[in-house]
């Protein structure tokens, strides 16, 4: 599918928490973690920009992260939301915060603003 500009400044906006999640991860030592969030996300700056973008691809990555992992962002609804065109919002990036990482110490819940440029 093509994005339109709208889906290609969300997920940019996905990008950010990732970064966000990386140093988390990073600052406690989880590298296999930070290793499975950089390949799930490692594709997307060049493939958004693709006329045939496949947003079940990236799905299907970050299946793998979040039930190997846990889940501090919630990209798989983020990922919904985009291919439905609608805006990423702090709430929805962090409505699942925490789920599955058993006994890893939990970061406090940083404040990203994903706002979308205006245009």
């Keep these: 599918m093509d994005c339109?500009?709208?889906?290609?400044?969300q997920l940019e906006s996905?990008?950010?928490?990732?970064?966000?999640e990386l140093q988390l991860r990073c600052s406690q030592r989880n590298l296999k973690a930070v290793a499975a969030l950089a390949y799930a996300c490692?594709?997307?700056?060049s493939a958004y920009r693709n006329p045939f973008f496949d947003f079940d691809y990236f799905v299907g990555w970050f299946t793998v992260l979040q039930d190997e992992h846990g889940?501090?962002?919630?990209?798989l609804g983020m990922l919904d939301?985009?291919?439905?065109?609608r805006s990423i919002t702090h709430?929805?990036?962090?409505?699942?915060w925490g789920t599955g990482l058993g006994a890893w110490p939990m970061p406090d819940l940083p404040h990203i603003t994903a706002e979308a440029p205006q245009s």
């Design 14 to 20: 996905l990008l950010q928490y990732a970064f966000n």
């Design 81 to 85: 939301a985009i291919r439905n065109g």
């Design 42 to 45: 490692h594709n997307l700056p």
């Design 91 to 96: 709430e929805l990036a962090t409505n699942r």
């Design 71 to 75: 889940i501090l962002y919630d990209y």
């Design 4 to 9: 339109t500009e709208h889906q290609k400044h």
